[in-house]
């Protein structure tokens, strides 16, 4: 089975932690979409998309990367990371909605935000993704890749 995974994670890295601790259980391409714009996705029979969470949405990259590359009818799962527990998914969902494609599904936790107020108080999240964390996004991925 293989497995490409489209993520940006440009704020602490605590998008990617998640992603490095699953990218060794498959067959996984990671593509960061700061530097690939285009990926042929036709003969990867399940997709993810992560991202930090940036004003309430998925990175607009990443929304563009899938877009441009998800081909109709695929499986698709999301991974995010963000400072405060919200509904982040909807301009996703609805890409991969226009597209057929199946969401399996959705994994989210908290990660280090020293963003705008929150500097000035040393952050909110600190420590996260922690190992309850990582653990968590393991077993969603486990899970996923065994529907
Ligand atoms: C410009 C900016 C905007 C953000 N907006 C939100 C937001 O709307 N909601 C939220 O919960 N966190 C927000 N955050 C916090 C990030 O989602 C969080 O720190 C995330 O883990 C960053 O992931 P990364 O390190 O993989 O880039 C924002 C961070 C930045 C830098």
């Known amino acids: 089975m293989k497995i490409a995974i489209a993520y940006f994670s440009g704020y602490h890295g ?21 530097n690939c714009k285009e990926f042929n996705l036709s003969n990867y029979d399940i997709i993810g998309f992560a991202s930090g969470i ?11 990367f ?18 405060v527990k919200g509904n982040y998914t909807k301009e996703i969902k609805k890409i991969i909605k226009e597209k057929n494609c199946k969401l399996l599904g959705i994994y989210g936790c908290r990660g ?16 996260h993704p922690n190992a309850k964390d990582i653990d968590g996004a393991i077993s969603f991925f ?3 890749i065994e529907k």
Do not use: C, M, R, W
């Open 142 to 144: 486990k899970k996923i």
């Open 112 to 127: 280090f935000d020293t963003f705008g107020p929150f500097k000035l108080i040393g952050g909110i999240a600190k420590g």
């Open 66 to 83: 899938a877009e441009n590359n998800l081909p109709n009818d695929k499986q698709v799962f999301l991974i995010h990371t963000y400072g």
């Open 54 to 64: 940036y004003f309430g949405s998925f990175n607009k990259k990443v929304l563009k």
């Open 14 to 34: 605590n998008t990617k932690k998640l992603l490095d601790a699953i990218v060794g259980l498959s067959d996984i391409t990671l593509i960061d979409v700061v």
